[in-house]
């Protein structure tokens, strides 16, 4: 098994999707910062230098890591460097965070690729892995403990358009 660690906004809003491509475990967290054990008041309110971030454990026989690049730059606004959607904010931007050299070339590759694709800037940033703090308890798998609340996040950021 491997891990693989990218803060794309809302946590929340991230969880599922990677669920439906067949890695094994999505946990919600904290990435970036210096400070240990932070809180989700503490990182929400941008006073930890932490981003929200999931930790992905699955089996690269199952899903590759190129395909959970792809995944990740599908569900994200990866032109916006002040946060995603409505959430704004430090804790909010883009980031992926590399574990080995050959993850730091591929995510550069994939970048570059939707860079020239698109004409635009990507706003994603590329750090090395240092450390991962599990986010509390309500905030794992939030789509399946408060589904209408998670619904609703999802239309009020526009992420997704209500039908």
Known sequence: MSKAY?????????????????????????????????????????????RETIEL?????????????????????PFDGEGQFIDKGF?????I??????????AKEKIAR??????????????PFKSFYEAEEEHQDYYLKNPEAFEKELIESGRKKAE
């Open 6 to 50: 990218f803060a794309g906004g809302c946590f929340w809003c991230v969880t599922p999707i990677y669920k439906i491509w067949g890695v094994d475990q999505v946990v919600c967290g904290y990435s970036g910062g210096d400070e240990e054990n932070p809180t989700y008041k503490d990182v929400k309110a941008q006073k930890t230098g932490h």
């Open 97 to 106: 965070y590399y574990q080995t050299e050959e993850e730091l070339q591929k």
């Open 114 to 127: 939707l860079e020239a694709d698109t004409g635009k800037k990507a706003q994603i940033a590329l750090e």
């Open 57 to 77: 454990t699955y089996d690269p026989k199952n899903v590759s890591y190129d395909k959970l690049l792809e995944i990740y730059l599908a569900n994200v606004d």
């Open 91 to 95: 804790s909010y931007t883009l980031a």
